[in-house]
């Protein structure tokens, strides 16, 4: 699986390897703890009218990966599977609303996420 999630301390990145990288058409992905409003994993549909704007969809194999944009609200999808993904939902991001990814252990990624943000918060 070409993605990884790391932390510094401004943020969350999500870094695409390989062929990820190239089919969604970025490198990384930063999220600033500031701007993650929740963390949770469920099955996610991406809606059949999304624009991709710039990003890869073949739908029929479920493969997503880039930008997209749905009812005014950018999104940031990567997965091609059919499994249960790590959704983080923004607020006040550059650019994003959702970014959605998979991940081989999406509740423990979720989780540790969440826990990065706690210290973070608990910090300041």
Known sequence: ???????????????LN????????KLKLKMPYNTIKSVYVDDF?????????????ISAL????GS?????????LSYENRVPL????????EKYKYVIFEM?????????????IMEVLNKN
Do not use: C
Request: charged share 30%; proline share 4%; glycine share 8%.
């Open 1 to 15: 699986m070409g993605r990884e999630v790391q932390f510094d301390d401004e943020g969350v990145i999500l870094k």
């Open 18 to 25: 390989g062929i990820t990288a190239l089919f969604a058409l």
């Open 45 to 57: 549909d991406a809606p059949q009218w999304m624009l991709r704007m710039p990003g890869t969809s």
């Open 62 to 65: 479920h493969i997503f990966e």
């Open 68 to 76: 997209f944009k749905y009812a005014d609200e950018w999104y940031f």
């Open 86 to 93: 790590v959704i983080i939902e923004l607020e006040g991001h």
């Open 104 to 116: 081989d252990d999406p509740v423990r990624v979720a989780s540790n996420i969440r826990k990065r």
